[in-house]
């Protein structure tokens, strides 16, 4: 049960892109989908959102630039319970929004459905690139591919020195740094990396909050940890990125805005979520919200540095956001 | 002369020992208060560039140079007003009941000095789940001040009763039985004699409390304080409280948050030290011997 867990949640997710996404072709051709607007001034109400730590700065802008252009009086509130806190919370039927660094699992689904909270929406709002970062006195270590990761990283795994990683690499201690496993981004690493959801060896130095995991590696001429991309955007000048080799075309990939918007660094990109209640989705300033929230895209991504989606998810997300709108109106 | 001559001086390993109780004394005083100074001033260092204006005016933002602590400043003194007006009254009069009319050859009479005494040691965070289970949840009245403000007067409450009841028990009893000999009813004597003289001491514990409640992040952690609340807290709203702000500020990746979350501690230093120091000045100003 718990081994598929991490699958079956991108099946959630999946079953509800995908459903959009039928529908998305079939207004494209009809070219009936308009732009709504909303009187941002007369708006009011308020709006709770919880989650991942690595989205909330997202949905903070966003709130900030809302109540900039006009929306003063419509109340956003961001909490950072992380992906798994949040999905609790938002699953009791206690917040609109639901940051995301990893799509729902079953299991929460499950919980949402006995809570009887409804229905819900589920949309792709900017990109992340997890990236693996050394110290900077590590001047072996440039590239590694995902075997090598996962020889690091799988559960029961021994590598505790860095010649042990690749014969070649120096008589250096190895000390690892990551994520707590309330985190979507020890979810999805574990995922991308070992396999399996959730699965990983637990002899490395776990904390939540990421720059003490900076610290560790900053510390530790073998350290190593992992995190999401605006961590290491802001200590770039002191720790250093691992490139992943990408499995299909053995190239080595350096983390970056380029990198994950081309699809070259596989498998460490991944995209982020918000999640919005059925019954919060109806009410009007949600909508212009989460429309707000399309519309201004990449300034939100640059202001609170994220890497922001590509043109084609973009209109993706729009349209699938449109034809939702359009559904909720009707019911 | 002879007596004199039985004095011998001081035994090198007694002269030995002394040196060493003294050198471990002076150690410990620098560790508790080398410790405070590197921690004050390396934070007030710290802060100093960002502790303007704008810490005081603006919401908190995603950009640290637009980025303020407004609405974690007022909820703080929100909430300390509102524990300060339940705590008081509640922490008192369980003082003056224990003290002057409990009568302790009863069993639960006992129970209850006991269980207020655990209860002093009770970890802050049992609390916050205490209030998210039965106040946030149990009543239904959501993240909003008012349960953030019943949380914390739970918290400090023990600590409220105890003060109080010490304070009362320092009151001689002589006032008492003259109170009571003039013909004053029991209530004439709390009321009249008893609670007067006590309450340099009930004001200074009371201070004391509630600068630990101002200072506390975790049961407010558990019952929503939440991080980003741009607007000024109400009664029965969302907020943010200035230690909760603090620490999401340290969590940032971008640096000059550091600095503001240094920033924000200071303002919060401020405001738990000048609690302290109007504790002192009561205590001092009415202190009574008898």
Redesign the interface.
Same mark, same amino acid.
């Given at each position: 049960m718990k081994l598929s867990l991490g699958r079956r949640g991108v099946i959630v997710v999946a079953l509800g892109v995908g459903a959009s996404l039928v529908l998305a072709s079939l207004a494209a051709g009809s070219a009936s989908v308009r732009n709504p607007t909303y009187n941002l001034k007369k708006l009011s109400g @308020?709006i $709770?959102a919880?989650g991942s *730590?690595t989205v909330?700065?997202y @949905? $903070? /802008?966003t /709130? !900030?630039l809302f109540?900039r252009a006009g929306a003063s009086k419509v109340?956003? @509130?961001?909490?950072?319970s992380g992906t798994g806190g949040g999905f609790q919370r938002f699953c009791k039927g206690e917040t609109d929004i639901q940051d995301a660094s990893r799509p729902m699992r079953l299991s929460e689904a499950q919980l949402c459905k006995d809570n009887r909270v409804g229905s819900w929406r589920a949309w792709t709002v900017a990109n992340d690139a997890l990236t693996v970062v050394v110290n900077s006195q590590n001047t072996w270590a440039r590239c590694l591919s995902v075997a090598e990761l996962k020889k690091i990283w799988e559960p029961g795994s021994t590598v505790n020195n860095w010649k042990d990683v690749r014969p070649g690499f120096p008589d250096v201690p190895l000390k690892l740094f990551g994520p707590g496993t309330d985190s979507g981004t020890f979810d999805y690493f574990t995922e991308a990396i070992n396999g399996r959801s959730r699965a990983s060896r637990t002899d490395f130095q776990a904390s939540e #909050? #990421?720059?003490v995991l900076?610290q560790g590696v900053l510390g530790e001429r073998g350290g190593m940890a992992y995190f999401g991309y *605006?961590?290491y !955007? !802001?200590?770039k000048s002191r720790l250093t990125a691992i490139q992943v080799r990408n499995p299909k075309t053995n190239q080595c990939v350096t983390p970056g805005i380029k990198s994950v918007h081309n699809e070259t660094y596989r498998p460490l990109s991944r995209p982020l979520f918000i999640y919005v209640k059925g019954t919060s989705f109806k009410k009007r300033h949600v909508q212009a919200f989460i429309d707000f929230m399309f519309d201004n895209e990449v300034r939100i991504a640059k202001?609170? #540095?994220f890497i922001p989606l590509t043109k084609k998810q973009l209109k993706r997300a729009r349209t699938s956001f449109h034809l939702q709108l359009a559904q909720a109106k009707r019911t | 002369m002879t007596s004199l001559a039985h004095a011998q001086p001081p035994r090198r390993d007694r002269v030995w020992k002394n040196r060493v109780f003294m050198v471990a004394m002076l150690f410990s005083m620098f560790v508790a208060f080398g410790t405070l100074v590197v921690l004050l001033v390396d934070t007030i260092l710290t802060g100093w560039p960002a502790l303007d204006w704008k810490l005081f005016s603006e919401p908190p933002s995603t950009v640290p140079a637009e980025a303020g602590a407004r609405p974690a400043i007022l909820a703080t003194l929100y909430l300390g007003f509102l524990v300060l007006l339940l705590s008081v009254p509640i922490g008192v009069l369980t003082a003056i009941y224990l003290e002057e009319y409990a009568n302790r050859s009863r069993w639960w009479n006992r129970m209850i000095e006991v269980n207020i005494q655990n209860l002093a040691a009770v970890p802050s965070i049992v609390y916050g789940i205490l209030g998210l289970a039965f106040i946030v949840r149990g009543i239904g009245i959501g993240r909003v001040v008012f349960a953030g403000a019943l949380i914390l007067t739970l918290v400090v409450l023990p600590t409220v009763v105890v003060a109080s009841r010490e304070a009362i028990r320092s009151v001689p009893d002589s006032i008492r039985q003259g109170a009571f000999a003039l013909g004053a009813t029991r209530w004439q004597v709390v009321w009249r004699q008893v609670l007067p003289a006590a309450i340099p001491g009930i004001a200074t514990g009371s201070i004391l409390a509630l600068s630990r409640a101002v200072g506390e992040t975790a049961p407010l952690i558990m019952v929503g304080a939440i991080t980003y609340v741009a607007f000024n807290p109400e009664l029965f709203g969302p907020y943010t409280a200035l230690p909760v702000q603090i620490f999401n500020w340290t969590k940032q990746p971008n640096l000059e948050f550091q600095t503001l979350a240094a920033a924000a501690a200071i303002v919060l230093l401020v405001i738990v030290l000048s609690m302290n120091a109007v504790a002192i000045f009561l205590r001092n100003r009415y202190r009574k011997k008898w």
């Open positions: @308020t $709770t919880d *730590s909330g700065p @949905t $903070t /802008a /709130a !900030e109540r109340k956003v @509130t961001v909490g950072i #909050d #990421d720059n900076v *605006s961590y !955007e !802001e200590n202001r609170a #540095d | -």
